[in-house]
């Protein structure tokens, strides 16, 4: 059976980050069906499951490709703020965040130190900051 899927695959596209993201898509979708009962919803959620397995037997690998960079070009940077964002929410626990005045650079001071002097590594601002 492996083997038969190998030799099926050959010469089609296969999974990607795109393909991933609308079954992400398509399971939402479905699930605020379960919930609202909107028959759109459904159809939307068929569609692009539909549209992942399109993509992912397809033939045309240059053309999935290019789709699926388009997709990473707008993604990227989306979940490198969303990301950069959660890291920051659990830092604020054991950490002080302080932009510097001169390159606005954020610079991260452990809580519980007192008043202390950041040194900024960038541009070499001082300044004293309680934490």
């Known amino acids: 059976m492996r083997e038969y899927l190998r030799k099926f695959m050959l010469g089609r596209y296969g999974p990607d980050q795109l393909g ?9 979708l479905s699930l605020f069906y ?12 068929y569609t692009s499951f539909g549209l992942v397995i399109f993509r992912i037997l397809s033939r045309n690998i240059y053309r999935r490709r290019m789709e699926n960079d388009r ?11 969303t990301l950069r964002f959660v890291a920051n929410i659990k830092q604020r626990r054991t950490h002080k965040l302080f932009k510097c005045k001169k390159c606005k650079k954020t610079l991260r001071v452990p809580r519980g130190k007192g008043k202390l002097q950041v040194t900024c590594p960038k541009c070499g601002e001082k300044f004293y900051r309680k934490t």
């Open 34 to 45: 379960a919930i609202f009962a909107y028959l759109p919803l459904l159809l939307l959620s």
């Open 20 to 28: 991933i993201a609308l079954i992400i898509l398509s399971f939402a």
């Open 71 to 81: 997709f990473i070009r707008y993604w990227w940077p989306i979940r490198t703020k």
